[in-house]
């Protein structure tokens, strides 16, 4: 199962992850925008436009996603 830059599209990603670990049978690959790249990327004058789009209703960080994993995936693994 892969979702590349998806969740953070919709409203109840909670409801949406669990579905999606409850159905996968191997392995789940998420992908999402970091906003902690912002501070980065502004200091270097780019802009991370994806993050930046009107209709992302939810923000992650790689920590704040991974600790959510972490409390329905006990065995989730991070990768930068």
């Known amino acids: 199962m892969i979702s590349l830059e998806v969740i953070e599209h919709i409203p109840d990603y909670e ?9 996968v ?4 690959i998420v992908s999402v925008p970091d906003i902690s790249s912002i ?5 270097n004058s780019v802009v991370p436009w994806h993050i ?6 939810n923000f992650f960080t ?3 996603l991974g600790s959510f ?10 990768y930068e």
């Open 15 to 23: 409801m949406t992850i669990k579905e999606l670990a409850r159905i």
């Open 25 to 28: 049978k191997n392995k789940m």
């Open 39 to 43: 501070p980065i990327c502004c200091h």
């Open 52 to 57: 930046l789009e009107a209709n992302h209703v």
């Open 62 to 64: 790689q920590n704040s």
């Open 69 to 78: 994993f972490n409390n329905i995936l006990p065995k989730f693994l991070s």
